[in-house]
């Protein structure tokens, strides 16, 4: 099955700083959305982002399908930002599944 | 517009229980996905219904059970409860058009199952 694979796995920034995260994945897609799991668990939807790139707010996203990769940009980073920000693609020859990244956590200090 | 709702939000059962854990999904969406999410890790994919039928399986035993009902809101059955099926549960619903479409998910608040 599709491996995701998200980079870093932690990551500690100051208040008012940018972010890159990435993800990885194995093999053709029909579909990547980014989430943010809030400290109560709740998945919020950022992006649904198969391919080229989204702007909303603070926050943007690429998606490189012939290279099996997508970005997470988070500017001016807020406390509230704080979280585990996951990617997800979908995996439709096994039933149109969500395949998980493992996550990055991000910590954003005042 | 309502969102994805589950209930409860906690339970707490002893193993060899069985659970019943419940989703209503987003207005319109006729599509209702499982997924568990241990501690620490992301979330695997349990199994999805589409319009009343299970439309794809991930890698949990058949103790882990579903239903979807007409108003496509849906069940997740756990027979014989292990210590490790301590989890949060998550539902999601999307909208398809047909059974080859793909859709955003959208994901209810979960279920937080302790077993102890």
């Known amino acids: 099955g599709i491996q995701v694979e998200q980079s870093p796995p932690d990551l500690i920034l100051q208040e008012g700083a940018n972010s890159t995260l990435r993800c990885n994945f194995s093999?053709?897609?029909?579909?990547l959305q980014w989430f943010h799991q809030n400290p109560w668990g709740q998945l919020i939807n950022l992006f649904y982002?198969?391919?080229g790139t989204k702007q909303n707010g603070r926050l943007s996203a690429t998606t490189v399908a012939t290279e099996r990769y997508s970005l997470l940009y988070i500017s001016s980073s807020q406390t509230t930002d704080s979280g585990v920000y996951f990617c997800a693609v979908d995996d439709y020859n096994q039933g149109g599944k969500l395949i998980f990244g493992q996550g990055t956590e991000l910590s954003v200090k005042p | 517009e309502t969102g994805v709702t589950q209930s409860p939000t906690h339970l707490i059962k002893t193993r060899g229980q069985q659970v019943t854990l419940r989703c209503s999904s987003q207005?319109?969406?006729?599509?209702v996905s499982w997924y568990q999410q241990a501690l620490g890790q992301g979330p695997q994919f349990i199994f999805q219904?589409?319009?009343?039928?299970?439309?794809g399986r991930g890698n949990f035993p058949p103790r882990f059970s579903g239903l979807q009902f007409p108003n496509y809101s849906s069940e997740l059955n756990v027979n014989a409860l292990e210590l490790d099926d301590s989890a949060l549960y998550l539902c999601?619903?999307?909208?398809?058009?047909?059974?080859?479409?793909?859709?955003?998910?959208?994901f209810g608040p979960g279920t937080r199952l302790t077993v102890l």
């Open positions: 207005s319109g969406h006729n599509t």
């Open positions: 093999d053709s897609v029909n579909n």
């Open positions: 999601a619903s999307s909208p398809r058009k047909g059974v080859g479409d793909t859709d955003t998910q959208y």
């Open positions: 219904y589409y319009r009343e039928e299970e439309n």
């Open positions: 982002i198969p391919s």
